[in-house]
């Protein structure tokens, strides 16, 4: 049976999360238009830089840090930023892309997402962050919990 295009690129995602370093939470997105991709990104150290496992762990992990809490203190980049950044690197717009991601946006993404005109996301797992969803909602975005 041939996949409908949600359940397509969701399984790309999950393909693409395997390339994470995080030792937390390996998560993974896709961005499309028109049904084609125009980047991928994944969790992870940015390039270049050493990873949390190459440094003796995770900071957060260390500090009992709950999920959702302090990003700052992530040496990682999260799926989505790394997604949008590629798209920025290689001179690609994001506008009117639907963004396919393995875990709900955090804020942080959520604001990314928002200003890099993306307009659709289509998620699986949750995230304890309401604050990203009523950010989303209040933009406009069109936001799909993808349950197959």
């Not at 990682?76 to 949008?84: C, S």
């Not at 659709?120 to 309401?130: F, L, M, S």
Request: hydrophobic share 35%; with cysteine; net charge neutral.
């Amino acid at each position: 049976m041939r996949a409908e295009w949600d359940e397509y690129f969701m399984e790309i995602a999950e393909i693409v999360k395997k390339r994470s370093t995080c030792l937390r939470r390996q998560v993974g997105a896709v961005i499309v238009k028109d049904n084609r991709i125009i980047t991928t990104g994944y969790n992870g150290a940015p390039s270049g830089l050493k990873h949390c496992e190459e440094i003796g762990g995770c900071e957060r992990e260390k500090l009992h840090i709950p999920s959702g809490q302090r990003h700052e203190l992530c040496r990682a980049l999260h799926a989505e930023q790394n997604a949008i950044i590629q798209a920025a690197l290689a001179g690609v717009s994001t506008k009117d892309c639907t963004i396919y991601v393995t875990t709900q946006p955090c804020v942080i993404c959520s604001k990314m997402i928002i200003n890099s005109g993306i307009k659709r996301i289509v998620y699986k797992g949750p995230y304890p962050d309401e604050l990203s969803l009523a950010m989303l909602n209040e933009a406009n975005i069109e936001i799909e919990v993808y349950n197959k």
